[in-house]
């Protein structure tokens, strides 16, 4: 067990949809990022924030938006959902600021399936 | 434009015998290189990682052989056991970057 929570596990929806998936990060962590991985594909960076604020973008698409709330839980919002959105949405945590050096810890991801 | 690859999707071992998994990458100020291991309805999870001041990091079982001229990174684990079953992914930043890039994968399986 990692520490971080992701809710929930499975998500069903329709194109044209709106979703949002939410993660807790392990207990001390600051930085949170979010990561989709599509079929056959590897882990896509999309976006991390750091203490509440926007720290490094990745390949997010504009329909995607997250936040970071005070008590440091983050939530990925995906609206106008298309099949291609189908996809394993992790999330990961590390103390520390620099994406590109703290070891990640990751949730257990949530699959969602868009119909 | 997938800057980390991993051209073997799968690869079989007989436990107790060796398995090499492979990375390779494109970006040349990548200096950092981890690799994640992944069971089913799981995250990753981190094993082991190699700076480029390293050639070799070693931790119990498992080793990664860095070849920074041929962009080029293995894992080696010896001996492979059934609990090493997984999906392997190799994953690098540049340290003065923010963010990790991703491997598709391979995923090991270990045959008792």
């Known amino acids: 067990d990692s520490g971080v929570t992701q809710t929930p596990k499975h998500l069903i929806t329709a194109t044209g949809q709106r979703v949002t998936l939410r993660c807790s990060p392990r207990s001390g962590d600051l930085s949170v990022y979010w990561y989709q991985q599509s079929l056959d594909q590897g882990l896509q960076f999309l976006i991390q924030?750091?203490?509440?604020?926007?720290?490094a973008k990745g390949n997010i698409l504009e329909r995607f938006s997250a936040q970071q709330f005070p008590d440091l839980h983050s939530e990925l919002n995906l609206s106008s959902l298309e099949l291609g959105d189908s996809a394993l949405y992790f999330c990961?945590?590390?103390?520390?600021?620099?994406?590109?050096?703290?070891?990640?810890?990751f949730g257990p991801g949530t699959r969602l399936t868009v119909l | 434009d997938q800057q980390v690859k991993q051209n073997s999707p799968s690869l079989s071992v007989q436990e107790g015998r060796i398995s090499i998994l492979n990375c390779d990458y494109t970006?040349?100020?990548?200096?950092?290189f981890l690799w994640y291991k992944k069971y089913p309805a799981e995250g990753p999870t981190f094993l082991i990682s190699?700076?480029?001041?390293?050639d070799k990091n070693e931790d119990g079982r498992f080793t990664v052989f860095l070849n920074k001229s041929a962009k080029h990174l293995s894992l080696h684990i010896v001996p492979s056991q059934p609990g090493d079953s997984a999906v392997y992914f190799c994953a690098a930043s540049a340290v003065r970057g923010n963010q990790f890039y991703f491997g598709t994968g391979t995923s090991l399986t270990v045959i008792p």
């Open positions: 970006n040349s100020m990548f200096d950092y």
């Open positions: 924030y750091y203490n509440g604020e926007e720290r």
């Open positions: 990961a945590s590390s103390v520390g600021p620099s994406g590109g050096i703290n070891e990640q810890f």
């Open positions: 190699i700076s480029s001041i390293k």
